[in-house]
């Protein structure tokens, strides 16, 4: 490796740390005592390292209130919208990219046309259909919303395109369905965009306010964020800022988690072809 490797190596890790800094001063916060950091003038309480050091902010934060309930709630609502949105976006996507039938480029229109509105303008006819229907404060008043998202549709059908026709006319040739060559023949080899679509559906699910604030109205069925977000003001109160922090470090890392585990299908997806699985 030459001298200009290295140098564009520590040129890329100074913003980097930058813009690091926030979360680390957050994690930092979160295992100080709020004693100390309640002294604005103690210059350790600004500090990225955290003197002196307690676990009693995370303590608190699970012994008291109802967060390990909207962690459940989170994890249930997150796991339910991704596992929703990758069966709606495969067989819809398959449907638009390889089958025939009637009106299918009006439904195609309609999906484009579903990118350009935003979500907050459909929460009024959501809200009104939910209350109709008695769904309002429960797990599928908060997960059927979001599982038919154009963009997901869109993905796979562009992905499914992708795909040469010789493999499924080849299928063809040897006399499976088209049930078949979808379930074990274009499934596998969507895998990485499958696996794109579920990372980014479950983060949206799991950081997702707007629509809980609207549909959850009792603390039983809040979602993490909304949790936290209502307790926030009395911790920030009462209870210390440590104690914020660390529920802003207990929301974020799941998604950190999931994200390092897999990132490296986000990168694949990203990269290639539509054969290589």
């Known amino acids: 490796m030459n001298r200009g490797y290295y140098w564009l190596i520590t040129a890329l890790s100074i913003p980097a740390f930058l813009w690091l800094i926030p979360t680390l001063w957050m994690i930092s916060l979160s295992f100080q005592p709020n004693e100390v950091l309640a002294r604005t003038t103690s210059t350790t309480a ?41 069966a709606v976006s495969t067989t819809a996507g398959y449907a638009l990219a390889r089958l025939e039938f009637p009106f299918k480029r009006a439904i195609l229109v309609l999906c484009l046309v579903g990118l350009m509105v935003p979500e907050q303008a459909v929460f009024i006819p959501l ?12 797990y599928h008043a908060l997960i059927l919303p979001r599982m038919a998202v154009p963009i997901g549709v869109f993905l796979m059908m ?14 063809r040739i040897d006399g499976v369905g088209w049930l078949q060559i979808f379930w074990h023949i274009m499934l596998p ?7 794109t679509l579920a990372i980014l559906t479950f983060l949206y699910a799991w950081n997702d306010y ?18 936290l977000a209502s307790i926030q003001s009395n911790f920030a109160q009462s209870e210390g ?11 974020s890392l799941p998604v950190v988690i999931l994200f390092l585990m897999f990132q490296r299908h986000v990168v694949r997806a990203m990269t290639a072809g539509g054969t290589k699985g």
């Open 46 to 86: 600004f500090g990225l390292v955290p003197i002196p050091f307690t676990a009693e902010n995370y303590a608190a934060l699970f012994s008291f209130g109802q967060t390990p309930m909207w962690f459940l709630n989170s994890a249930i609502v997150a796991l339910g919208m991704t596992l929703g949105v990758l």
């Open 127 to 138: 809200y009104t259909m939910f209350a109709d229907l008695g769904w309002h404060n429960s």
């Open 158 to 171: 562009q992905f499914f395109k992708s795909i040469p026709k010789d493999i499924e006319e080849a299928a």
């Open 189 to 195: 080899l969507a895998r990485p965009a499958m696996m």
């Open 210 to 227: 707007l629509w809980p604030l609207v549909s959850a109205r009792e603390p039983e069925r809040f979602t993490i964020t909304l949790g």
């Open 241 to 251: 800022l440590g104690r914020v922090m660390a529920s802003g470090v207990i929301a």
